[in-house]
Each structure stands twice: as structure tokens, then as C-alpha cells.
């Protein structure tokens, strides 16, 4: 094969691993504490197209690298790594006690039966036998383990201290659990597990005071911009066209050359 096809089929390669990024950011506009995930050249293939790609993504956000998976695309021209946005979205407000969103750094610790997970989307609820689970159903992790509550009206305080009401109503001066909110000195094993779960296999570490803020009766929306999805959009795909276009000419020509040469002979 040609250099010439060679590098139209790996920008279009890129163009298609950009094009299912960008398809999944979308879906997920209005998932509570979803992170956008981008598609951007390794430092040793960047040109071209690729580079202006990169370098208006580290221009609007800080990006934080992750692994990419070996069924991706991207993976199998290896030139593309799989990068999340990891900028707090807004918050909204929905008025329901097990509604929790997180204001700065930090997870929640979600214990799955495949371990822990970590996650920012807190639309929580109680399960038959009263703790505190996601909304698949995964037990939400306090500082003591699982948290069991008797009231499906609980106050949550902003450092994650859960008070149960007392017989006349009031909260108990004493909370029943603590929230356990974590951080990653290096967020870049983060790997997706869906449902808004992460996982990674470094230890977490604690959140600096001050830089975690839980707020009950919040919830986090996804960070996705859907007008800069859709110029995004258009820009890879008028690029995977041009890419299409030069491979066609290009093959026609080398086609015509070698017709040209077969008369002469």
C-alpha cells in the first residue's frame, strides 16, 4: 500500500474513532454526572488535521489521558488515545433528599460485583433492606462500609455526614453515616465501566478540605456541550469526506497510470 492511501486510511480511521466519541457524548447529554470522552492524536503521530483536532481540545479543557480500549478503532491504528474531560458540569437542583451532586473533586465510592467503582452520578435510593444503593442498584460506600438508613428522608450535611430524623421529626444531632468521597492523585487508569461507574487500580486518597462539597437535593449534570458536539461533528465528518475523496483520486490516478503504461508496452 502507498503512503498516500496509508495515511487517507488512518485519518479516516481517526475520523470514525472521533465520530463514535462524539456519538456517545450526545447520547449521554442529559445523564446526571457524565464526563465527555474525546478522541486525540499521541504526540508522535500528531499532523495535519489531527494536530488542529488536538490542540483545540487541550485549548478548552484539561484533559486527563486514559487508556484506550483494544476494541476501539483508534486502538487498532494506534495512533489515537482516549482522553476524558474531567470538568465539573453544573449543578440542578431537584428537591429530592437522595439526590446527592458533588461541588469540586472527588467520587463516591460504589462497592459492584466486581469491586469497588467510583462514580459522580447521585441519583441514589434505598433498597428493600435500606441502604443506600445507585440507581442500578450498587450499595453507595460510607466511611464505615454500607450505609443502612430507617428514613427515606435523611439530612446530608455539606461534608457527607447523613442524620436520621428522630420521632418528632428533627434530625439527630448524632449522624448514622459519613459518606466516603474519594480522589486520585493521577486520574488517568480511570477506565469506564458504564452506568457512570469508573474504576482504577490505584488506592484513593483523600479529598483535600475545602475542595469537595457535598450538596443534598443536587444532582450533576453531564459536562456535554451539544453545540460544540455538533461542530465537532461536522468538522470530522467533512474531513473523513475530503480523506475519501484524495484516496479516489488517488487510486484513479494511479489506475490511469498504469493503463497508460500497459498501452506503451
Known sequence: M???????????QQDMARLERISM??????????????ATALPSAVGG??????SIEGAQMGLQAGPASASDASNAAGLLMI??????????????????????TGFFEVSTEAGLAYTRQGN??????GRLVTAQGQPVMGQGGEIV????????????????????????????????????????DLQRLGDGLLRTSLPPAQVPDGEAEVRQGFLENSNVNSMQEMAQLIVAMRHFESMQKVTLG??????SAVRKLGEQT
Open 2 to 12: 502507498t503512503d498516500v492511501l496509508a495515511i487517507g486510511l488512518r485519518s479516516m
Open 25 to 38: 457524548n450526545m447520547a449521554n447529554a442529559v445523564t446526571p454526572g457524565y464526563k465527555r470522552e474525546v
Open 49 to 54: 488535521f489531527a494536530a488542529a483536532m488536538s
Open 83 to 104: 482522553q476524558t474531560d474531567a470538568r465539573p458540569g453544573t449543578l440542578k437542583s431537584t428537591g429530592q433528599s437522595l439526590d446527592i451532586a458533588l461541588s469540586g
Open 124 to 129: 441514589f435510593q434505598l433498597d428493600a433492606r
Open 149 to 188: 438508613l430507617t428514613h427515606p428522608n435523611p439530612r446530608i450535611d455539606a461534608t457527607g455526614q447523613v442524620f436520621e430524623p428522630t420521632v418528632d421529626g428533627r434530625p439527630d444531632p448524632v449522624p448514622v453515616a459519613q459518606l466516603k468521597v474519594v480522589a486520585f492523585d493521577d486520574t488517568k
Open 250 to 255: 488517488y487510486d484513479e490516478m494511479i489506475g
